[in-house]
C-alpha cells in the first residue's frame, strides 16, 4: 500500500522560480526520504529526514517535516530545466527492509 | 565505491514467454536487495526483497519469481508473461544499516 501522498501530482513553473511538492503520510515514521527520477531512468536519493529533524537543506534543496501533521514539503530554489523530474517521498514501513512510497509529483522546469 | 548493474535496459517480449532480469551490485557485501515494478507515471511497487542468499520475501502475488543465487546478484524471474506484466522495473539495494536506496537504470519491458 502506499502510504505517502505526493501534492501535487504535477507542477510546472519558469526557470529561476521556486518548487514546493508536499507529502503526507499516514503512521508513525523514523524518517523520511526525497528522491528523484529523470524519465525512463531509476531513482537518485536526494536527502533523509529524521523524525527529530524538523528541517534539512541540502545545496538547493530544503526539506521540512511535520510529525504532527504527518507531512513533509520539499523546496527547490532558483529551480532549473535540469530539475525537470518527478519526485518521490518514502517512509520506512513496519520493518527494516522496506520503503513506502508516494506516486510521485512530475516537475517541469519551462525555459 | 558501490556500483549497481541492471540488464537489460529495454526488452519486448511475447505473451506466454519467459522472461529473466539480471541484478548484481558491486564494492559491497551482503546488501538487501529489491526488485520494484512501476507503471507509466505512478510511484514503485515493492514486488519481491531479499536480505540474504536464498532468502526471498514476496510482496505482491503474482506470475514472476526472483532468485539471490548470490550474495550480489539478484534474478527476476517469470515462466510465462502476461500482457499485465509490462512495465519498467527496477533493482536496487541498501545496506542494511543503512536507509538509503541505490537503484539501478531501469528495464523497460514491454509484453505484446
Known amino acids: 500500500s502506499q502510504q505517502g501522498e505526493e501534492d501535487p501530482q504535477a507542477l510546472s513553473i519558469q526557470e529561476g522560480e521556486n518548487a514546493t511538492m508536499n507529502c503526507s503520510y499516514k503512521?508513525?515514521?523514523?524518517?523520511l526520504q526525497w528522491y528523484r527520477q529523470n524519465s525512463g531512468r531509476g531513482l537518485v536519493h536526494l536527502i533523509l529526514?529524521?523524525?527529530n529533524e524538523r528541517e534539512k537543506h541540502s545545496g538547493r534543496l530544503r526539506v521540512t517535516l511535520d510529525t504532527s501533521k504527518k507531512s513533509s514539503s520539499l523546496l527547490i530554489t532558483a529551480s532549473r530545466a535540469a530539475d525537470t523530474a518527478s519526485y518521490f517521498c518514502?517512509?520506512?514501513?513496519?520493518?527494516?527492509?522496506?520503503?513506502?512510497w508516494g506516486a510521485g509529483t512530475k516537475l517541469i522546469i519551462k525555459p | 565505491s558501490q556500483t549497481i548493474h541492471q540488464w537489460p535496459a529495454t526488452l519486448v517480449q511475447p505473451v506466454g514467454s519467459p522472461l529473466s532480469l539480471e541484478c548484481t551490485v558491486e564494492?559491497?557485501?551482503?546488501?538487501?536487495l529489491y526488485w520494484y515494478r512501476q507503471a507509466a507515471g505512478r510511484g514503485l511497487q515493492l514486488l519481491f526483497y531479499?536480505?540474504?542468499?536464498?532468502?526471498i520475501s514476496s510482496e505482491v502475488p503474482q506470475n514472476l519469481s526472483a532468485s539471490r543465487p548470490q550474495d550480489r546478484q539478484f534474478i527476476l524471474s517469470s515462466k510465462k508473461l502476461l500482457l499485465s506484466d509490462s512495465g519498467f522495473y527496477l533493482c536496487?539495494?541498501?545496506?542494511?544499516?543503512?536507509?538509503?536506496?541505490?537503484f539501478g537504470s531501469g528495464t523497460q519491458l514491454s509484453v505484446l
Open positions: 518514502a517512509t520506512d514501513g513496519w520493518n527494516n527492509y522496506q520503503l513506502i
Open positions: 503512521t508513525s515514521i523514523n524518517n
Open positions: 529526514i529524521r523524525s
Open positions: 564494492g559491497t557485501s551482503n546488501p538487501n
Open positions: 531479499s536480505v540474504g542468499i536464498g532468502q
Open positions: 536496487a539495494w541498501k545496506a542494511p544499516q543503512n536507509e538509503k536506496l541505490f
